[in-house]
């Protein structure tokens, strides 16, 4: 989870991870400087699967991204920004997924947004099940919240050239 300036979303976002029932799993959460109570929200969990690292000066969420990616040691990454919230059964679903398909390295899901005053839902967002490069290149499909990759693909390093970030994102 790459944080900034999201303290009052951030628990939550935590608390979602914590909540899966798959339970085999390690949280990074990457402080990019923020300049909010992010601290103090972070203080509030000891679960030993959580990892907290900050940057001293901030850095943009591809590269708060970047250090968690590479400070994780699973061989399966999920991505969660810190005002997104996991159902508790994306983990299982996705790696179990994965674990059956030695083939696949990306996965993605569907998501939901919510009003914030009510929490009612607001849209059912569903990406095409076919999904090409060009979808990447030219647009930005999917949010970061929704991805599961392989360690193989997530570390790759021309992922991570700050060249090829857009609009702040890796692509």
Known sequence: ????GGAEHLGEAVQSVLDQTWLDFELIVVNDASPDN???VMAQFEDPRIRYLRHETNRGVANARKTGVMASHGDIIAHLD??????????RLHVEFLDEHPEIGFTYNSRFELFPTSGTVREILRPS????LEDFALSFPLAP????QRREWATREEIW????FYRGREI
Do not use: A, M
Request: aromatic share 10%; charged share 30%.
């Open 1 to 4: 989870i790459p944080t900034y």
């Open 38 to 40: 992010t601290d103090e």
């Open 82 to 91: 810190q005002d997104d919230l996991f159902h508790p059964d994306k983990l």
């Open 129 to 132: 099940p076919s999904l090409t």
């Open 145 to 148: 919240s929704v991805w599961v």
């Open 161 to 164: 050239e700050e060249r090829t």
